[in-house]
């Protein structure tokens, strides 16, 4: 059997190592292809060397654009690459223009497309992400779905054949790397203590294209540092921190005990959501992770796809006002978890099942 493994921008990564060891094992031949959606050394290559992921065999270096400039010319790549390859299936990954270029231009070819993290739904088709999904998820023929959720979503808009429910390939990663980090060291590296810090991460269009939206989240983020007293970690994605520039708010989160740095790796990363006081994210991915490892999120967003973590009282979803930020931070840190008895996202064998799946239908 052959696959054709499309990635290209960072949770991708995260998701595609180990789902591609499990293919490998199976004696699949995966041609792995990265879109170059994501290019700086800490976005794309760092998770390479870490989660030991194939060296691609096409990097197609697309890079960044408008939707229809970067989709258009990943769809353009993808199309020779599968022309010249013919693989029996097409693997893609989550919501972002390389999932949907690459779904895309599998099924214009009549190539069967497999979706990791199918029937995921914010039903804000504002998002350039729900518009990926909900395209990727009908054009193709393995759906894998993560969640109970994913699966009503999926026969809501009636798609029911094809349908997996497999869990979530994070839970997999996560549970793999936390196994073998260097919890100690990575904290030493910036002095911090479990459960001293607040971690945030935000990247999310809605937010960062809105001068308004950003403005309100450094405004709490300086509210909880300066008047509250708590130390913040903020890796910084590459779009908010020129964005952050644009708007010259910068200087808003000049405040001490704000630590500003570059996106760490994967590794750390395990380890700051893992001893965070809170995390406060507009990320899908960080707020699994979150829960994962024990840790509640706010989500300065007005709706999520991971809505058993909302429905639960685990994350809370606070808008953007900075007031509100802070309060559910506040509440966060201070209030005790709820009892959450339901593994949502698997047992951790998700990469496994889909290996599975594909290799015997
Ligand atoms: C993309 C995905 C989003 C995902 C996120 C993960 C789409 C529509 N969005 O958003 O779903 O959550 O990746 O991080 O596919 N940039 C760099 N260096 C890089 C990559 C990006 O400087 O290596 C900057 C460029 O200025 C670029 C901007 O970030 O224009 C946005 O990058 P892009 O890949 O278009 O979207 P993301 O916001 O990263
Ligand atoms: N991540 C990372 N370093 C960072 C920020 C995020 O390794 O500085 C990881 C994070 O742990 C998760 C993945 O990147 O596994 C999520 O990617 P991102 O937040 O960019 O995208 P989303 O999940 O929102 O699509």
């Given at each position: 059997m052959k696959v054709v493994s499309i990635v290209g921008a960072r949770p991708q990564f995260v998701k595609a190592g180990i789902v591609s060891r499990e293919l490998r094992n199976r004696g699949v031949r995966e041609i792995f292809v990265h879109t170059g959606q994501h290019y700086d050394?800490?976005?794309s290559e760092v998770f390479f060397r870490e989660l030991n992921l194939p060296e691609p065999d096409y990097y197609l270096g697309v890079g960044s654009g408008t939707h229809g400039e970067q989709t258009g010319r990943m769809l353009i790549e993808i199309e020779k690459v599968l022309l010249k390859e013919n693989p029996d299936v097409v693997l893609v990954y989550g919501d972002t223009n390389s999932t949907l270029a690459g779904a895309l231009a599998a099924a214009k070819l009549h190539i069967d497309v497999a979706h990791v993290e199918a029937g995921l739904r914010s039903y804000n088709m504002e998002m350039p992400e729900e518009i990926?999904?909900?395209?990727?998820?009908?054009?193709?023929?393995?759906?894998?779905?993560?969640?109970?959720?994913?699966?009503?979503?999926?026969?809501?808009?009636?798609?029911?054949?094809?349908?997996?429910?497999?869990g979530d390939v994070m839970y997999d990663v996560a549970l793999e790397v936390l196994s073998k980090v260097d919890e100690r060291g990575i904290l030493s590296k910036w002095n911090l203590h479990p459960d001293g810090y607040i971690l945030v991460t935000i990247h999310r269009a809605e937010n960062t294209d809105s001068e308004?939206?950003?403005?309100?989240?450094?405004?709490?983020?300086?509210?909880?540092?300066?008047?509250?007293?708590?130390?913040?970690?903020?890796?910084?994605?590459p779009r908010t921190r020129k964005k952050l520039e644009e708007y010259n708010l910068l200087e808003v989160l000049d405040v001490p005990n704000l630590i500003l740095s570059r996106p760490v790796t994967y590794f750390e990363m395990v380890v700051l959501e893992k001893n965070a006081a809170a995390i406060i994210t507009d990320s899908?991915?960080?707020?699994?992770?979150?829960?994962?490892?024990?840790?509640?999120?706010?989500i300065p967003r007005n709706e999520?796809?991971?809505?058993?973590?909302?429905?639960?009282?685990?994350?809370?979803?606070?808008?953007?006002?900075?007031?509100?930020?802070?309060?559910?931070?506040?509440?966060?840190?201070?209030?005790?978890?709820?009892?959450i008895g339901k593994r949502f996202?698997?047992?951790g064998d998700a990469s496994k099942k889909i290996a599975e799946l594909l290799t015997s239908n």
């Open positions: 050394f800490e976005m990926n999904r909900v395209l990727t998820d009908h054009i193709s023929k393995f759906l894998f779905a993560p969640t109970e959720t994913a699966v009503k979503n999926l026969k809501r808009e009636g798609i029911e054949k094809g349908v997996y429910l497999v308004n939206h950003l403005r309100e989240i450094a405004g709490a983020l300086r509210e909880l540092s300066l008047n509250h007293n708590h130390k913040i970690f903020f890796p910084v994605h899908g991915g960080v707020q699994k992770e979150g829960f994962f490892f024990g840790t509640r999120c706010v999520t796809e991971w809505v058993e973590l909302v429905e639960t009282g685990w994350n809370i979803l606070s808008g953007v006002k900075s007031e509100d930020i802070v309060k559910s931070t506040l509440q966060i840190i201070s209030g005790d978890p709820p009892e996202y698997g047992e």
